[in-house]
Structure formats: structure tokens, C-alpha cells
């Protein structure tokens, strides 16, 4: 999600078709090009021009008579720019309108909201679960406002269409009598946490960065939940997801509830929830998750971690020690752009002279993940392959490090990071 947790940490410091266009109308296939040149084919002068110029403008028709006879014998070669130039606004105009009609369906299969569909999930939330329908009711009411606003924005707008669908699709689970106790249970948390998030997000006392966050937080744990229903997820994903959503839930509802003080530190974990968000759903994305196995699997381990982190300090049942010992990873988590080692290694990086996208992702997967495994986790992006390779070269105080990369899944270089 984007504005995301970077924006979020932003805010609380003071978060995975070209159309061809089709043959031109008829005003334009019934033109006849050899009878239309006759009239003056350039601009018509300037009736002053004209009289004043009458002898240079004769000779300057002449040889445009004369060569009257070529365009027409050259007409398939000389014309057609002439046809072009006057096709071309009418299949602009249809290029701009056939993209439009091919988003038209992905569109309305991602609203999913129409006026009937509206007053069905109003419906739906009036059976929800007592944990969360009073709230629930409140911000689908504010939701549905903001869909309905024409002065909203279209980014926002799909958004928005995209998380009542999910909850749509969610309320119909929890109220199915085949759906086990424990999905429900599991579901119940996430339409929660999913509650809680979008309730944050229209809070008029948040800033407009803070509520674009906290709008991408609801649509990262809807999403979630979407993957657990899924028939396409693996056992294995499944379980991550489970972990996950329970756990950002958890420490959504505290904070949404006023269960968690409104301290620096509860900030830090509101931070910290947008960052973990982000991070969870790049680690399963094909196109972003670690390649190998055991780097992915060891990246997701640091990830469940952060979420249980996140959950306890804010958990008004942990004891002192827990939340204590879960601020801390809350506040390593949000300081590990600012590592003096990480700092170090990044100057280091830079002076390989690793292009920007090698940094940015280093610089992402640092923030979101931590260090030294999110930025391990950057570092493993192709477009620090040659970075790496200059590193090994120069050895020099991180030349262990980029050895081991270069050898070894990035997971088994901690350890070596750790040292430097």
C-alpha cells in the first residue's frame, strides 16, 4: 500500500493495456482526398496578404498546381499524412475512450458496491458480531459518505469500494453456519482490526498523511483476510497470514479503543503497524519476496516477530516486563534507519557507487524489516548484484559481509553483519 508506513512515520514523528484504436468513422473512410486539394490545401492567407501579394501568391500556386497531377498519381504516399492528421483526433478520441470502457469492468468488479450492494453490507453489519458492530456500523456509514462523494478522489474512492467489498465478503463467513468457530473467531478479529484502522483514518483530528496510512493498514489486513479465504493459498502462507492479522488486530483494537496510552511510545507502535504491514505483504509477493526459501522463511520469522512486539506493548493484560521488552523491538524496529552500523554500511554502499535503485531498496527493506535483515533483504535485490561484486573486490571492513552475500543466502550473513 504505498503513502503507506513511510508516511505514517512521517506524520507521528512530530505504510504488496495500450488499447489500438479501431478504423476511423465513416466521416472519415468516405473522404475523397483527390477532390479536396483543389481548394487552397495550406492555410487560407490573409485577405490583405492577398491583394497586396497577388503576383508571389500566384507563383506560389503555380508549382502547387502543377504538382497537383503527382499528389494525385502519389496519393497513397502523400495523402495519407494528410488522412492522418485528420484521423487523428477522432482516434485519440477513441483511444481515451477505449481504455476507460476496458476499465470499466476490472472497475466494477472491484467496487462491488452499487446502491443495492450498499444497503446489503449496511444490512450484513447489523448481524456482526457485538465485539465489533457498533464501530463497524460508524465507519462503514462514514465509508459509504466518502464513496458517494463526488469530491473524492478516485485513488481514495477504489480504495475505499475495495475494503467494504472485503468486509462484504467477510461478514458473509462469519454469518455461514459451515464456517468452523475458530474462523470465525479469526475473522471476527480481523474485521476488528480492519474497523479499528478505517476508523483511525477518518478521525478528523489525524492529518491527512496519518489517515492515507491508516487507510492503507485497513486495506493491507482486508487483504490478509482475503488470502486466509482463499482456495489458491498455501498451508503454509495461510498460517503466516493467521499470525499476522492476529497480532497487527490485536494491537489495532488497543490502540482504536484507547486501551494503549497516548504516549510516544504507543506512537512508535502505530509506526510500527503501517511498517510491519508493508513488510508482510512484500514478503509473500512473488515479485518482492526473498528468492530463497530459507531467506524468506527467516524474513517472516523477524516479521511475526515485530507483530507479536507490536501487539504486547500495547496489551493492557501483559505484564510490566512483557510490554517492556516488546517497546524495545518496537523501538529498534523504529530506529533502524538510524543504526550507527546500518548508517556505516549504507555510506559504504553508496561509495561502491550502487545506483539509486540498489539504495532505495536497501533503504525501504532497512525501514519496514529492520536492520541488519531488511537491509540484507535489499541488498539481495538484483539491482545490487554489481554493488555486491565491488564489495567483495575492495574487502576493506565490509568485505566479510558482501563475501558472504554473494555466497550464501542472505540469512546466514546476520550473524556477520552483527560483527561489523
Request: proline share 8%; with cysteine.
Amino acid at each position: 500500500m504505498t503513502v503507506g508506513a513511510s508516511c505514517l512515520a512521517a506524520a507521528l514523528a512530530v505504510p504488496v493495456g495500450v488499447s489500438t484504436a479501431v478504423a476511423a468513422p465513416p466521416a472519415v473512410g468516405t473522404q475523397v482526398p483527390a477532390a479536396e486539394p483543389d481548394p487552397p490545401v495550406p492555410p487560407e492567407p490573409d485577405p490583405d496578404q492577398q491583394e497586396q501579394e497577388q503576383q508571389p501568391e500566384e507563383q506560389q500556386q503555380e508549382p502547387e498546381q502543377e504538382q497537383q497531377p503527382e499528389e494525385q498519381q502519389q496519393e497513397p504516399q502523400e495523402e495519407q499524412p494528410e488522412e492522418e492528421q485528420q484521423q487523428e483526433p477522432q482516434e485519440e478520441q477513441q483511444e481515451q475512450q477505449e481504455p476507460q470502457e476496458e476499465q470499466q469492468e476490472p472497475e466494477g468488479e472491484r467496487q462491488g458496491v452499487t446502491e443495492d450492494e450498499q444497503q446489503e453490507v449496511k444490512e450484513q453489519a447489523e448481524k456482526a458480531p457485538e465485539v465489533v458492530k457498533a464501530d463497524l456500523n460508524q465507519v462503514l456509514t462514514d465509508t459509504l459518505k466518502i464513496i458517494n462523494n463526488p469530491n473524492t478522489s478516485p485513488s481514495e474512492k477504489s480504495q475505499y469500494e475495495q475494503i467494504v467489498k472485503d468486509i462484504s465478503t467477510t461478514l458473509n463467513l462469519i454469518d455461514d453456519p459451515k464456517t468452523s468457530a475458530a474462523d470465525k473467531a479469526l475473522y471476527t478479529k480481523s474485521l476488528n482490526g480492519v474497523t479499528q484502522a478505517l476508523k483511525m483514518a477518518q478521525d478528523p483530528a489525524r492529518s491527512a498523511v496519518e489517515k492515507a496510512a491508516y487507510r492503507d493498514i485497513a486495506d493491507d489486513i482486508a487483504y490478509f483476510t482475503y488470502k486466509l479465504q482463499s482456495a489458491d493459498t498455501s498451508a503454509e502462507d495461510k498460517a503466516y497470514y493467521k499470525a499476522n492479522v492476529e497480532l497487527l488486530s490485536d494491537a489495532l483494537i488497543a490502540i482504536g479503543k484507547g486501551e494503549a496510552e497516548d504516549t510516544e511510545d504507543t506512537k512508535k507502535v502505530e509506526t510500527g503497524v503501517g511498517k510491519t504491514t508493508d513488510a508482510v505483504k512484500a514478503a509473500t509477493d512473488p515479485k518482492t519476496a526473498p528468492k530463497d526459501e530459507q531467506d524468506r522463511k527467516a524474513v517472516q520469522d523477524v516479521l511475526q516477530a515485530h507483530s507479536k512486539a507490536l501487539a504486547t506493548a500495547v496489551d493492557p493484560d501483559a505484564s510490566d516486563r512483557e510490554r517492556q521488552d516488546a517497546q524495545a523491538t518496537v523501538n529498534a524496529l523504529d530506529g533502524a534507519s538510524d543504526d550507527s552500523a546500518y548508517q556505516d554500511f549504507l555510506a559504504e554502499v553508496k561509495r561502491l557507487g550502487a545506483p539509486e535503485s540498489c539504495v532505495e531498496k536497501i533503504e525501504s527493506r532497512t525501514n519496514d524489516t529492520g536492520w541488519p535483515e531488511g537491509t540484507l533483504w535489499g541488498l539481495s535485490d538484483p539491482s545490487c548484484d554489481d554493488t555486491v561484486a565491488a564489495g567483495v573486490s575492495e574487502g576493506g571492513t565490509w568485505g566479510p559481509l558482501f563475501q558472504c552475500v554473494a555466497d550464501k543466502p542472505f540469512s546466514q550473513c546476520v550473524g556477520v553483519a552483527r560483527k561489523e
